[in-house]
């Protein structure tokens, strides 16, 4: 008789944890494809007003059309570990900073600091030390995350270039825009 009754709690019990496992699995797709949906430079260029100009700027730098093909979006130069392989808890830090990052600039866009091209120029400057200081504090991670010295091989290695930025590297820390300052965007539209 008693084993009547505890029959259908283990029902229940089974059937909880089935439930929470499915909806716990659709819970990280979804979290998933938004991530890579709110990096991709699609979403950066058109979800923001403001970032119009922004993206002007990035197709005419070397990162948009480089010699070897490979594109460096927009969330691989400005998200943390998005260009890398993040582990569970370095992914947990980079959905916190692309909301944090994502909210200041909707924010700015709301209070219209940033929502003219005129405004978007004057706060440029103050964006672009911002975004130099935090590459500078974290070693310049987005930029290492595809420029791998140990994978700057190939046909058209450099190994005079190679060579200089290992030794850059084993100096100190890494801060790659004190000599690639602008490398990202071209602001300044080439004379025709």
């Not at 890579?36 to 059309?65: I, L």
């Not at 595809?146 to 930025?165: F, V, Y």
Request: aromatic fraction near 8%; charged fraction near 20%.
């Amino acid at each position: 008789m008693a084993d009547d009754i505890d029959r259908p709690r283990r029902r229940g019990i089974w059937l909880a944890v089935i439930v929470g496992i499915v909806v716990g699995v659709a819970g990280i797709a979804v979290t998933n494809r938004m991530v890579h949906w709110s990096g991709s430079n699609d979403f950066c260029s058109t979800a923001c007003h403001s970032m119009q100009w922004v993206a002007e700027a990035y197709k005419r730098g070397p990162h948009h059309a480089t010699p070897s093909g490979v594109v460096a979006g927009c969330a691989d130069c400005h998200i943390p570990y998005h260009s890398g392989e993040p582990g569970a808890f370095e992914y947990v830090s980079m959905l916190f900073y692309k909301a944090k990052a994502g909210t200041r600039d909707a924010f700015a866009e709301m209070r219209g600091v940033i929502d003219t091209k005129q405004k978007w120029e004057k706060a440029r400057p103050a964006y672009s030390a911002e975004v130099k200081e935090w590459m500078a504090s974290n070693g310049s991670l987005t930029c290492r995350g595809c420029h791998d010295l140990g994978r700057m091989g190939g046909a058209k290695a450099q190994p005079a270039l190679i060579e200089m930025h290992a030794g850059l590297a084993k100096a100190g820390p890494v801060k790659c825009l004190d000599c690639h300052e602008g490398v990202g965007h071209q602001y300044e539209e080439a004379k025709k």
